[in-house]
């Protein structure tokens, strides 16, 4: 009987490591991306004299598009839409 409760403890360890795994990947991807974003906003503001706000929507654009959000971003403050 002890056998098939470590068996089913060590499958359970090893489903909620693949799980962590996948979900630290995401993680770190998403961090690559918000820096990655962040500071192409941040050289814009500087070098262009944009005065965009850095706002809990503008970091989470930047945190899912990366350097695509960014310029989103920028793109909608050039045109007046939003930002």
């Known amino acids: 009987m002890t056998g098939i409760f470590e068996l089913s403890i060590l499958v359970l360890a090893i489903i909620a490591a693949i799980i962590l795994y996948k979900v630290l990947k995401t993680v770190k991807r998403m961090v690559i991306n918000t820096v990655v974003g962040i500071v192409l906003l941040v050289v814009a503001n500087l070098a262009l ?35």
């Open 49 to 83: 004299g944009l005065d965009i706000a850095y706002s809990g929507v503008v970091i989470l654009i930047c945190a899912i598009g990366g350097a695509v959000g960014a310029i989103l971003v920028i793109a909608c403050h050039y045109m007046g839409l939003a930002f």
